[in-house]
């Protein structure tokens, strides 16, 4: 279902992401793992035609996000790692508005925002304006809405980031009902190793840009002699830590604080 | 077609929604409606020039759109900082459809916007010179409207954060108010400023307002129009090239 070779991104001298290749074959759950700033999200927005890649391929479902952009677009949902929903619409509207921009039906469209927002327990407050929910029911928001239009594969870039461990128990187990039911491919990354270890079928490990390891959770460990995923990962990517330059999102956030818009 | 729609009922949503900031962005045509109106009017009538109010207030009602429809094309910056904005980058619809529903419903709300002052400037004493002619008049508001939500999503495709729009605001927004004859007669000016004014696009559009509500003019009607509705085209078309090639 997603195929890449060699992909490579630089941003002037810096090479974000390092010849990387790996396949995700359609209905599995792969996880994609890395510290901060490794490369994970970098090479996500280049699988959904966000980031022109320097070089190398990418097929999703068949089709490269370059060249077959709508198409592409129209074949997976994702939940970005940033909050990505209209924070002044009710959560209705904001599904109302993915299924319009995806080119739902209109009755189909209310049909499964009716239910995925019942599953992700969210029907009650649909007409409530997004700025009075918590993180987990924006987050929760967000997958319902990533799902609407019925996609073959869901990018799911830290979804769980600041929730607790009840929601993201919820979340995790209706992602996995998901794919067990609708067959759909997940692509996720996460910190919580043990949320990566539970869930997913196969796990790469990404650093620097480059892939250090790939298999599944068990050849990992086999592979570092450790007893965690948790171990392994520490193993394959040393225990130096990473400082990310301030970005200037980071200095727009501090802004806005003030500003309160 | 529906992607336009729904991001034009989109802006407009969020706009009737943020009640606050509608009346606060009231408060500073108010200001210079009432201060500058009864503060120079006696000025201005002893020049010979009649009643500054009446003279003012299609500034005042255009610096409104202008400011309005500039920052609602620019608040594309916000959306691109929190996240709405790859939202819709990443839906299967062309860029330009998205650039399109956004510009509009930013020019719609700013027309609003526009016909809230100008509901104002009514009752402090403004009077149209020909009631007949205010529907052309709205129709001006509209084309001005739509010139500067063009322009602001323009720069706003442009921008990365805040410090440029500090930079927008002081050499582009601010400069356009100042020298689109908003607050002084066009004529009589000495040459720099002479061609300053004429190379405003909002001084088409003051000019267009002043013709068909006080029936004054400096270019005249038709050049009014003849420079803003192309303008619309070219700002549009150079918005939507510009926001079809943003990479988050």
Known sequence: MINVENLTKKFG????????????????????????????TTTIKMLTTLL????????????????????????????????????NLSAWENMELHGALYRVPRKLRRERSEMLLT?????????????????????RLEVARGLLHTPKIIFLDEPTLGLDPQTRNQLWSYVRDLNQKE??????????????????????????????????????????????????FLALTGTALRDEASSAQDRMRAMAQMWRR | MSAIYILWLRELRRYTRSRVQIIASLGQPLLYLIAL??????????????????????????????????????????????GFLKETLVAPVPRAYIMLGRTLGAATSSTIQ?????????????????WTLVP???????????????????????????????????????????LSGALFPLDGLPGPMKVATHLDPLAYGVDGLRSTLIAQTFFGYALDVAVLAPLAAVFIGLGAWRFSKIQV
């Open chain 2, 114 to 130: 526009g016909l809230l002052v100008a509901t104002v400037c009514v009752i402090a004493g403004f009077r149209p010179a020909d």
């Open chain 1, 52 to 87: 022109f890649p320097t070089s190398g391929k990418i097929e999703i479902d068949g089709l490269d996000p370059m060249r077959h952009q709508n198409e592409v677009r129209r074949r997976f949902g994702i939940v970005f790692q940033d909050p990505s929903l209209d924070s």
């Open chain 2, 37 to 82: 109106g009864f503060g120079l009017g006696a000025v201005f009538r002893q020049a010979g020039r009649g009643s500054y109010i009446q003279f003012v207030a299609p500034g005042v009602i255009a610096m409104t759109v202008l400011f309005s429809a500039t920052f609602s094309g620019i608040a594309l910056l916000w959306d691109r900082q929190f």
């Open chain 1, 119 to 139: 599953a992700f327990g969210l029907w009650d407050r649909k007409d409530e304006e997004v700025q009075k929910f918590s993180g987990g029911m924006r987050r």
């Open chain 1, 183 to 232: 067959g759909i491919t997940v692509f996720l990354t996460t910190h919580y190793m043990e949320e990566a270890d539970r869930v997913s079928a196969r796990i790469a490990i990404i650093d620097h840009g480059k892939i250090v390891a790939l298999g599944t959770s068990q050849e990992l460990k086999e592979k570092t002699q450790k007893a965690t995923l948790e171990d392994a």
């Open chain 2, 136 to 178: 052309l008049g709205i129709a001006f508001l509209v084309l001005i409207a739509v010139v500067f939500a063009g322009l602001g999503t323009m720069i706003g495709s442009m921008l990365k954060d805040m410090q440029g729009f500090q930079m927008v605001m002081n050499f582009l927004v601010m400069p356009l108010f100042f």
């Open chain 1, 13 to 40: 001298d810096i090479t974000a992401v390092d010849s990387v290749s790996f396949r995700v074959p359609a209905g599995e759950i792969f996880a994609f793992l890395g510290p901060n700033g490794a490369g994970k």
